[in-house]
């Protein structure tokens, strides 16, 4: 199974971006992933997570502006992110939860 996420950039504060986990191997349905994002200097962060009932969790400094999906034909996650902050500039990237699987990262750019 691998993980491959895409979609990042550079985006003005404000704005919107979607980012995108696509899975190939296994489907997606029944599995839980996790957007991870590291920031300059920073530790690695749990941002979003769905779980295998499509249950959502999110920080809290993304809690309202960030939605984690799942569409099941495409066989990925999604990441929206609207209202972004030069504060999400990171390099993210996606998780099958509870293991090592983990595709390279994509990195977000959010300019003030």
């Known amino acids: 199974v691998q993980l491959q996420a895409s979609g990042g950039g550079l985006v003005q504060a404000g704005g919107s971006m979607r980012l995108s986990c696509a899975m190939s191997?296994?489907?997606?349905?029944?599995?839980?992933i996790a957007w991870f994002r590291q920031r300059s200097g920073k530790a690695r962060e749990l941002v979003a997570s769905i779980s295998t009932g499509d249950n959502p969790y999110y920080i809290g400094s993304v809690e309202g502006r960030f939605t984690i999906s799942r569409d099941i034909a495409e066989n990925t996650v999604y990441l929206q992110m609207n209202h972004v902050k030069p504060e999400d500039t990171a390099v993210y990237h996606c998780n099958l939860w509870g293991t090592d699987v983990r595709g390279p990262g994509t990195q977000v750019t959010v300019s003030s």
């Open positions: 191997g296994r489907t997606i349905r029944a599995e839980a």
